[in-house]
Each structure stands twice: as structure tokens, then as C-alpha cells.
């Protein structure tokens, strides 16, 4: 890894830690502090390596070994890693280690919110490396629900949010038989409901956006003899979403959503108490939405969802000549 120290506030830990006045501890606390924040602030993968150059400088420091700013130091690694766009599960395997050496350390010494923080952290991790085939979506599922045992709807509710989205996505993605779809979908529903319970859109919109159009998404597959009334149900969801995503503040969360919109449309009736008339308004609107997506996804070089929503207004015209 190359360094430049090039941000200010690297030098100034750097430098802080030459003091003489500060012990081993408190220069340890400092440098996580720094790169704490300098992790959290991060525009550019280089700050995001300089501040996993801090943490393990901390680490160097500590000779004595104390255990607790081990862990601290190893999981803010943790974070940092996986916060590093790659391709490849070697980051992710790398803050997978991390993680795993620092829970059993914080669970002894830390308060529950760092345990529960570190082990949702986790859970994103595992979650991420099960395409890798290096973690299972029942091991991540399992730590995601360890975590809500502290981060409650009641006292965290951003947390929990995120928490019940990623639980929720991941039984989207467990292998069930097919007389366990329903089981399935009901908990993934539950799941975003019961964060809605807490989330607002003016507390947490982000929060808010993700989970309106998440469920949207599942209402949209969800096995039911009541299809048209689901997806009625999913467009006031996209809605509630694009009350907060918006082509100019989040061109690529709004496109997203627009696009899953758009196939809500694409076989929706127009006049729900007469599907046999046909959905050539709804289709017109499908095609619009997909018109705007394409070019939001083509500005921002998103070949595969470009792809995608190319695909669709082709179908789309296809449906529109056989009126």
C-alpha cells in the first residue's frame, strides 16, 4: 500500500504521536480517533487507506497489547476495508478476519452498542462474500440478528432500519423449496414494515427511500391471488421513495427506483376494474420512466443496468405495436 500522507490530518497524527507528553494509551486513542474520523469523512480511496495506515500504526504502539484498543484498531480496519470498491473478495476476506478477531475482545470490554455495531459490520461483510461462495447468507442473517438484540426500532432506529433491510434482502436471497416461498416473502415484508414503524421521512429520509422501494420491489413478486392490488400497493411505495430520490441529489438511486417502477407499469391495466381494455397509458408512462433511466445510468457508465432498461424499452415497443 502507498501512502503520500497527503491530508492534513494525517501528518497531525503523525505528529501527535511523537509527543512526549501523551502516553502509549492515549497516543493509540488518538490515532483511532483521527482515523476514525478520517475514515468517515473520506472522499477518495487513498484517505480511506491512510486511515487503515493509522489504525495499524495504533497497533504497532500497543506493545503492551491491551486488548481493548486491539480490537477497536481491528475493527475500524474492518470498516475501512470494506468500504474500498474491489471486484474481488480479498478486501472483504481481509475485514471478514478483522472483525472476527476484535467481537470476541469487545464482547468482554466494550458497551453493547460497539458489539452491536461491530457485528452488523460483519454481517454486511458475510453478506457480501456469499457470491464469493466464503460465507453463507444463513451466517450473516444469524450476526444481523445478534445486532438487533441492541440496535431496537425504540432507541436506534437508523440502525435498525438497516439492520431489517439487510435481514430482509438476505431471505430474498436464501435457498428455500418452493412451499416455503410465501414463508419467505412474508418475513422479507414483515421485515421492512417493521422498520417503517420507526423510520420517517423527515427523521431518515435515505433510510426511508431504501426501504419504501425495497418493499416495493417484493410486493412486486410476492406470491399472492391478489396481483394487481400488490402492485398498487408497490407504486405508492415508489412514490414514497421519490419523495426523497431525486435525479438531481441522487441521479442513480432515482434512476433505480424509476426503473422498478417502470415494470410495475409495463403490465399493469389502465383501468383496473376492465383489464381487458389494455394498459397503453401505463405503458407510455413504463416507457418514459425507462427513457429517463437509460440516460441517467448511460451518464454515469452503468453498462449492466443500462443494459437492462435498453432491454425493456424494446419490449415495451413491441407491446405498444401489437395494440
Known sequence: MILTFSDANVKAALKAIESEVATTSEKIEMLIEIATRLQGQAK???????????YRKGMELNT???????????????????????????????????????????????SSLEIAE????????????????????????QIYYKATKIFTGENYPQEFAILQNNIAVAYLSLPLGPNKKKIRYGVVVQSFQSALKWVTITNHPSEYA????????????LPTSHPIENNLKALKAYDEALKVRTASDTPLEYANTIANKANV????PDNIEHPEMGNTNNLERCRKYCEEAYAIFTHHKQVKQSCVVDSMLQDIQKKLLNY
Open 118 to 141: 461491530t457485528q452488523m459490520n460483519l454481517g454486511i461483510v458475510l453478506q457480501g462474500l456469499v457470491e464469493f461462495n466464503k460465507a453463507t447468507i444463513q451466517e450473516a442473517i
Open 265 to 268: 407499469l409495463f403490465n399493469l
Open 210 to 221: 431504501m426501504l419504501q422501494n425495497n418493499l416495493a420491489n417484493t410486493l412486486q413478486y
Open 44 to 54: 477518495t480511496i487513498e484517505q480511506i487507506k491512510d486511515s487503515i495506515f493509522l
Open 64 to 110: 503492551h497489547n491491551e486488548s481493548l484498543l486491539k480490537a477497536r484498531c481491528l475493527s475500524g480496519i474492518g470498516t475501512a476495508l470494506r468500504s474500498i470498491p474491489d471486484q474481488e473478495e480479498n478486501l472483504l476476506l481481509e475485514a471478514k478476519n478483522s472483525y472476527e478477531e476484535a467481537l470476541p475482545i469487545l464482547e468482554k470490554y466494550a
